[in-house]
C-alpha cells in the first residue's frame, strides 16, 4: 500500500489522526487544507469568501490528485468534502491507498466545531448545517471507505490504533 488516506466531515480529527499516525508511519504528512492554505497565501474561509466554494473544490480536487500520484507513500488528509465530485470518488478508490473513513455522531461534531471558527460552511446554524451535510456525505464516504472507524468515545492514539490496524 502506498498511501494512507484519511476521509470524514469537518471537526472529526482527521489532521490530528494523520499527524500522528504519519509519525508511527514515518511517512510524510499532506493535509489539504495546510497545502491548499501555503500554496494560496490564504485562508480556506478566505478561498470560500473572495473566489467561491467551487474554486475551493477545484483546488481541493488537484491536490488529492497531486497527492495520489506521488510515488513516495504519504498519509493524506482529504478536506471534507471532497467525496461531493464523482471524480474524487473514482480516484480514491482506484488508487493505491487505504481509504479509512473517521466517522463520528453529528451532535460530536457539532461539540467538536463550535470551538474552532474557521469554517466558512457552518456560518449560520453550524448544528443544522452539519446534520445535513452528514445526511449528503455518509453514503458518498462509505462508498470510498475501505475502512471505517468510529472516533466517538475514543482517544487520538485509540483512533489511530484503530486506523493502522
Same mark, same amino acid.
Given at each position: 500500500?502506498?498511501?494512507?488516506?484519511?476521509?470524514?466531515?469537518?471537526?472529526?480529527?482527521?489532521?490530528?489522526?494523520?499527524?500522528? %499516525?504519519?509519525?508511527?508511519?514515518?511517512?510524510?504528512?499532506?493535509?489539504?487544507?495546510?497545502?491548499?492554505?501555503?500554496?494560496?497565501?490564504?485562508?480556506?474561509?478566505?478561498?470560500?469568501?473572495?473566489?467561491?466554494?467551487?474554486?475551493?473544490?477545484?483546488?481541493?480536487?488537484?491536490?488529492?490528485?497531486? %497527492?495520489?500520484?506521488? =510515488?513516495?507513500?504519504?498519509?493524506?488528509?482529504?478536506?471534507?468534502?471532497?467525496?461531493?465530485? =464523482?471524480?474524487?470518488?473514482?480516484?480514491?478508490?482506484?488508487?493505491?491507498?487505504?481509504?479509512?473513513?473517521?466517522?463520528?455522531? =453529528?451532535?460530536?461534531?457539532?461539540?467538536?466545531?463550535?470551538?474552532?471558527?474557521?469554517?466558512?460552511?457552518?456560518?449560520?446554524?453550524?448544528?443544522?448545517?452539519?446534520?445535513?451535510?452528514?445526511?449528503?456525505?455518509?453514503?458518498?464516504?462509505?462508498?470510498?471507505?475501505?475502512?471505517?472507524?468510529?472516533?466517538?468515545?475514543?482517544?487520538?492514539?485509540?483512533?489511530?490504533? %484503530?486506523?493502522?490496524?
Amino acid at each position: 500500500m502506498s498511501h494512507l488516506v484519511l476521509v470524514g466531515m469537518m471537526g472529526v480529527g482527521k489532521t490530528t489522526v494523520g499527524r500522528i %499516525a504519519s509519525n508511527r508511519l514515518g511517512h510524510p504528512l499532506i493535509d489539504s487544507d495546510v497545502v491548499i492554505e501555503e500554496r494560496t497565501g490564504r485562508t480556506v474561509r478566505e478561498i470560500f469568501e473572495t473566489d467561491g466554494e467551487p474554486a475551493f473544490r477545484a483546488l481541493e480536487t488537484e491536490m488529492l490528485l497531486e %497527492a495520489l500520484a506521488s =510515488p513516495e507513500p504519504s498519509v493524506i488528509v482529504a478536506a471534507g468534502g471532497v467525496v461531493l465530485d =464523482p471524480a474524487n470518488r473514482r480516484a480514491l478508490s482506484a488508487a493505491d491507498a487505504r481509504v479509512v473513513w473517521l466517522v463520528a455522531e =453529528p451532535m460530536t461534531l457539532a461539540e467538536r466545531v463550535e470551538r474552532g471558527g474557521h469554517r466558512p460552511l457552518l456560518d449560520g446554524d453550524p448544528a443544522a448545517t452539519l446534520q445535513r451535510m452528514w445526511d449528503e456525505r455518509q453514503p458518498l464516504y462509505r462508498e470510498v471507505a475501505d475502512a471505517v472507524v468510529s472516533v466517538d468515545n475514543r482517544s487520538p492514539q485509540e483512533v489511530v490504533e %484503530a486506523v493502522l490496524r
